[in-house]
């Protein structure tokens, strides 16, 4: 399981390796390497659903990287539910629902909620640096 997630160099160099003594809540790992022992358990156990929130939350972009690549293993073969605030998770996954104040706000995949620009857009215009829509590539001035 850690080797299908891509944990397993990690663990290796634990002190201890597999044996390492993990402290209560894992407190004696990085939120990474906490983040990859929980993809190899959910790799274990198998399950239909996946639930991950806010799983790179607190990650540096290599970890990141790292814990995506695991999460996309994980979530080929089931349903996977990401609960995420960071844009660039958001924007990898088949459909992103937009949540305000407990409702439903926008509801679709990356490309077509930044074709509808609301609120999904804005969020997206103001991560990338960018204050206002595009024009459309020949669009008249």
Same mark, same amino acid.
């Given at each position: ?28 790992? $990085? ?14 156990? *198998? ?6 929130? =806010? ?7 290599? !970890? &990141? ?13 089931? !349903? ?8 660039? !998770?958001?924007?990898?996954? *088949?459909?992103?629902?937009?949540? *305000?104040?407990?409702?439903?706000? =926008? *509801?679709? !995949?990356?490309? =077509? ?8 857009? &804005? ?7 960018? $204050?206002?829509? &595009? ?7």
């Amino acid at each position: 399981a850690a080797r299908a997630v891509g944990a397993h160099e990690m663990i290796a160099r634990l002190p201890g390796g597999y044996l390492h003594e993990v402290a209560e809540r894992g407190r004696n790992l $990085s939120a990474g390497q906490r983040q990859l022992i929980a993809l190899a358990r959910a790799e274990l156990v *198998d399950p239909d659903i996946l639930l991950l929130d =806010e799983a790179t939350a607190a990650l540096d972009l290599a !970890t &990141e990287a790292q814990v995506n690549q695991a999460t996309d293993r994980l979530a080929g073969r089931r !349903t996977t539910l990401v609960v995420a605030h960071r844009l660039t !998770t958001a924007a990898r996954a *088949d459909r992103v629902v937009v949540m *305000d104040r407990g409702r439903v706000a =926008e *509801d679709g !995949t990356h490309e =077509e909620l930044l074709a509808r620009d609301g609120r999904y857009a &804005e969020l997206w215009r103001t991560f990338v640096g960018q $204050s206002e829509p &595009e024009e459309p590539v020949g669009a008249a001035r």
